[in-house]
T-cell receptor, first 114, second 113 residues
Framework: GNSVTQMEGPVTLSEEAFLTINCTYT??????LFWYVQYPGEGLQLLLK?????DKGSNKGFEATYRKETTSFHLEKGSVQVSDSAVYFC?????????????FGKGTKLSVIP | GAGVSQTPSNKVTEKGKYVELRCDPI?????LYWYRQSLGQGPEFLIY????????DSGLPNDRFFAVRPEGSVSTLKIQRTERGDSAVYLC???????????FGSGTRLTVV
Protein backbone atom coordinates (compact mmCIF):
# COMPACT_ATOMS: atom_id res chain seq x y z
CA GLY A 1 0.00 0.00 0.00
CA ASN A 2 0.88 3.67 0.00
CA SER A 3 2.55 5.41 2.91
CA VAL A 4 4.25 8.67 3.81
CA THR A 5 6.95 9.05 6.44
CA GLN A 6 8.01 12.47 7.64
CA MET A 7 10.42 13.58 10.29
CA GLU A 8 8.99 13.75 13.74
CA GLY A 9 8.67 17.01 15.54
CA PRO A 10 8.36 19.24 17.18
CA VAL A 11 10.91 21.40 15.43
CA THR A 12 11.88 24.69 17.05
CA LEU A 13 13.86 27.25 15.08
CA SER A 14 14.90 30.83 15.52
CA GLU A 15 13.58 33.40 13.08
CA GLU A 16 15.58 33.52 9.80
CA ALA A 17 16.93 29.99 10.30
CA PHE A 18 16.96 27.43 7.48
CA LEU A 19 14.21 24.82 7.54
CA THR A 20 14.19 21.28 6.24
CA ILE A 21 11.40 18.81 6.93
CA ASN A 22 12.14 15.39 5.48
CA CYS A 23 9.47 13.35 3.72
CA THR A 24 9.77 9.97 2.02
CA TYR A 25 7.04 7.89 0.46
CA THR A 26 6.11 4.50 -0.88
CA UNK A 27 3.51 4.12 -3.59
CA UNK A 28 2.31 1.37 -5.87
CA UNK A 29 1.94 3.72 -8.81
CA UNK A 30 3.26 7.12 -9.83
CA UNK A 31 1.96 9.57 -7.24
CA UNK A 32 1.48 13.28 -7.07
CA LEU A 33 3.07 14.80 -3.98
CA PHE A 34 1.85 17.58 -1.71
CA TRP A 35 2.72 19.62 1.33
CA TYR A 36 -0.21 20.86 3.40
CA VAL A 37 -0.02 23.32 6.28
CA GLN A 38 -2.32 23.67 9.27
CA TYR A 39 -2.01 26.97 11.11
CA PRO A 40 -3.26 27.12 14.71
CA GLY A 41 -7.05 27.08 14.77
CA GLU A 42 -7.37 26.79 11.00
CA GLY A 43 -8.08 24.07 8.44
CA LEU A 44 -5.64 22.29 6.16
CA GLN A 45 -4.29 24.42 3.32
CA LEU A 46 -2.34 23.32 0.31
CA LEU A 47 1.16 24.76 0.48
CA LEU A 48 2.71 23.32 -2.68
CA LYS A 49 2.61 20.30 -4.96
CA UNK A 50 4.52 18.41 -7.64
CA UNK A 51 3.08 15.94 -10.08
CA UNK A 52 6.08 14.33 -11.74
CA UNK A 53 9.71 13.49 -11.12
CA UNK A 54 12.11 16.45 -10.82
CA ASP A 55 9.25 18.93 -10.58
CA LYS A 56 9.78 21.61 -7.96
CA GLY A 57 6.77 22.96 -6.10
CA SER A 58 7.12 26.37 -4.48
CA ASN A 59 4.99 28.83 -2.54
CA LYS A 60 5.54 31.51 0.12
CA GLY A 61 9.30 30.88 0.06
CA PHE A 62 8.87 27.14 0.62
CA GLU A 63 10.18 24.63 -1.92
CA ALA A 64 10.12 20.88 -2.41
CA THR A 65 11.49 18.77 -5.27
CA TYR A 66 9.96 15.45 -6.36
CA ARG A 67 12.85 12.96 -6.24
CA LYS A 68 11.77 9.66 -7.73
CA GLU A 69 15.15 7.99 -7.27
CA THR A 70 15.10 8.57 -3.52
CA THR A 71 11.27 8.60 -3.19
CA SER A 72 11.51 11.87 -1.32
CA PHE A 73 9.82 15.28 -1.24
CA HIS A 74 11.66 17.27 1.41
CA LEU A 75 10.30 20.70 2.35
CA GLU A 76 12.76 23.60 2.61
CA LYS A 77 12.71 27.29 3.36
CA GLY A 78 15.73 29.50 3.48
CA SER A 79 14.60 31.90 6.20
CA VAL A 80 11.65 31.07 8.42
CA GLN A 81 9.40 33.62 10.09
CA VAL A 82 7.34 33.48 13.26
CA SER A 83 4.25 33.35 11.05
CA ASP A 84 5.43 30.01 9.62
CA SER A 85 4.69 28.33 12.96
CA ALA A 86 2.24 25.56 12.06
CA VAL A 87 1.92 21.83 11.51
CA TYR A 88 3.17 20.63 8.12
CA PHE A 89 1.88 17.46 6.45
CA CYS A 90 3.43 15.63 3.53
CA UNK A 91 0.90 13.73 1.41
CA UNK A 92 0.49 11.81 -1.81
CA UNK A 93 -2.24 10.86 -4.24
CA UNK A 94 -1.73 7.70 -6.23
CA UNK A 95 -4.37 8.16 -8.88
CA UNK A 96 -3.09 5.11 -10.75
CA UNK A 97 -4.56 2.99 -7.99
CA UNK A 98 -8.04 4.08 -9.10
CA UNK A 99 -8.86 6.25 -6.13
CA UNK A 100 -8.00 9.84 -5.39
CA UNK A 101 -7.56 9.56 -1.68
CA UNK A 102 -4.76 11.52 -0.06
CA UNK A 103 -2.35 9.55 2.10
CA PHE A 104 -0.80 11.79 4.78
CA GLY A 105 2.21 11.63 6.98
CA LYS A 106 1.80 12.19 10.72
CA GLY A 107 2.71 15.87 10.53
CA THR A 108 5.62 17.93 11.82
CA LYS A 109 4.97 20.79 14.20
CA LEU A 110 7.18 23.80 13.57
CA SER A 111 7.62 26.56 16.12
CA VAL A 112 9.59 29.65 15.12
CA ILE A 113 10.76 31.89 17.94
CA PRO A 114 11.75 35.55 17.55
CA GLY B 1 -20.24 28.83 -1.35
CA ALA B 2 -16.76 30.25 -1.15
CA GLY B 3 -15.31 27.30 0.72
CA VAL B 4 -16.12 23.91 2.18
CA SER B 5 -18.45 24.31 5.13
CA GLN B 6 -18.70 21.75 7.92
CA THR B 7 -21.26 21.74 10.68
CA PRO B 8 -21.24 21.57 13.58
CA SER B 9 -17.74 22.78 14.34
CA ASN B 10 -17.83 20.96 17.67
CA LYS B 11 -19.95 18.04 18.82
CA VAL B 12 -19.95 16.38 22.22
CA THR B 13 -21.96 13.20 22.52
CA GLU B 14 -22.37 10.37 24.95
CA LYS B 15 -21.02 6.92 24.28
CA GLY B 16 -23.57 4.85 22.40
CA LYS B 17 -25.38 7.78 20.80
CA TYR B 18 -25.87 8.43 17.07
CA VAL B 19 -24.30 11.49 15.41
CA GLU B 20 -24.48 13.14 12.02
CA LEU B 21 -21.80 15.41 10.62
CA ARG B 22 -22.54 17.62 7.65
CA CYS B 23 -20.33 18.79 4.80
CA ASP B 24 -21.32 21.43 2.25
CA PRO B 25 -18.74 21.38 -0.57
CA ILE B 26 -17.76 24.10 -2.99
CA UNK B 27 -20.49 24.57 -5.56
CA UNK B 28 -19.80 22.54 -8.68
CA UNK B 29 -17.25 20.22 -7.10
CA UNK B 30 -18.23 16.69 -8.03
CA UNK B 31 -15.74 14.91 -5.79
CA LEU B 32 -16.11 14.88 -2.01
CA TYR B 33 -13.92 13.19 0.60
CA TRP B 34 -14.16 12.48 4.31
CA TYR B 35 -11.08 12.12 6.50
CA ARG B 36 -10.55 11.55 10.21
CA GLN B 37 -7.71 13.19 12.12
CA SER B 38 -6.85 11.86 15.55
CA LEU B 39 -4.74 13.89 17.94
CA GLY B 40 -1.13 14.07 16.83
CA GLN B 41 -1.79 12.17 13.60
CA GLY B 42 -2.26 13.01 9.96
CA PRO B 43 -5.71 12.80 8.41
CA GLU B 44 -6.82 9.29 7.47
CA PHE B 45 -9.06 8.63 4.48
CA LEU B 46 -12.59 7.41 5.14
CA ILE B 47 -14.66 7.67 1.96
CA TYR B 48 -14.71 9.32 -1.47
CA UNK B 49 -17.80 10.31 -3.45
CA UNK B 50 -17.92 11.05 -7.15
CA UNK B 51 -21.32 12.66 -7.63
CA UNK B 52 -23.92 10.79 -5.60
CA UNK B 53 -22.11 7.47 -5.41
CA UNK B 54 -19.40 6.28 -3.06
CA UNK B 55 -16.49 5.54 -5.39
CA UNK B 56 -14.23 4.30 -2.59
CA ASP B 57 -15.34 3.53 0.96
CA SER B 58 -12.33 1.42 1.87
CA GLY B 59 -11.35 3.71 4.73
CA LEU B 60 -14.54 3.35 6.77
CA PRO B 61 -13.37 1.56 9.93
CA ASN B 62 -16.48 -0.56 10.51
CA ASP B 63 -20.19 -0.76 9.81
CA ARG B 64 -21.02 1.85 12.45
CA PHE B 65 -19.81 4.46 9.96
CA PHE B 66 -21.87 5.41 6.95
CA ALA B 67 -21.97 8.40 4.60
CA VAL B 68 -24.42 9.64 2.02
CA ARG B 69 -24.53 12.29 -0.67
CA PRO B 70 -28.04 11.93 -2.11
CA GLU B 71 -28.07 14.90 -4.50
CA GLY B 72 -24.39 15.04 -5.33
CA SER B 73 -23.76 18.11 -3.19
CA VAL B 74 -24.11 18.07 0.61
CA SER B 75 -22.82 14.97 2.35
CA THR B 76 -23.58 13.57 5.78
CA LEU B 77 -21.28 11.28 7.74
CA LYS B 78 -23.27 9.14 10.15
CA ILE B 79 -21.82 7.31 13.13
CA GLN B 80 -23.93 4.84 15.08
CA ARG B 81 -23.32 3.63 18.64
CA THR B 82 -20.44 6.04 19.11
CA GLU B 83 -17.40 4.92 21.06
CA ARG B 84 -14.76 6.97 22.87
CA GLY B 85 -12.26 5.92 20.20
CA ASP B 86 -14.33 7.77 17.61
CA SER B 87 -13.26 11.06 19.16
CA ALA B 88 -11.35 12.97 16.48
CA VAL B 89 -11.60 15.84 14.04
CA TYR B 90 -13.60 14.82 10.97
CA LEU B 91 -12.50 16.65 7.85
CA CYS B 92 -14.32 17.06 4.58
CA UNK B 93 -12.70 18.07 1.30
CA UNK B 94 -14.00 18.66 -2.20
CA UNK B 95 -12.44 18.96 -5.64
CA UNK B 96 -13.72 19.74 -9.15
CA UNK B 97 -13.33 16.08 -10.00
CA UNK B 98 -11.28 13.21 -8.67
CA UNK B 99 -7.62 14.15 -8.35
CA UNK B 100 -5.84 17.40 -7.61
CA UNK B 101 -7.35 20.62 -6.36
CA UNK B 102 -8.69 19.57 -2.98
CA UNK B 103 -10.14 22.21 -0.65
CA PHE B 104 -10.58 21.22 2.99
CA GLY B 105 -13.17 22.41 5.44
CA SER B 106 -12.28 23.43 8.98
CA GLY B 107 -13.54 20.15 10.36
CA THR B 108 -15.92 18.92 13.05
CA ARG B 109 -14.33 18.10 16.38
CA LEU B 110 -16.23 15.11 17.77
CA THR B 111 -15.82 14.22 21.42
CA VAL B 112 -17.43 11.06 22.75
CA VAL B 113 -17.73 11.04 26.55
Amino acid sequence: GNSVTQMEGPVTLSEEAFLTINCTYTATGYPSLFWYVQYPGEGLQLLLKATKADDKGSNKGFEATYRKETTSFHLEKGSVQVSDSAVYFCALVDSGAGSYQLTFGKGTKLSVIP
Amino acid sequence: GAGVSQTPSNKVTEKGKYVELRCDPISGHTALYWYRQSLGQGPEFLIYFQGTGAADDSGLPNDRFFAVRPEGSVSTLKIQRTERGDSAVYLCASSPMGGNGYTFGSGTRLTVV
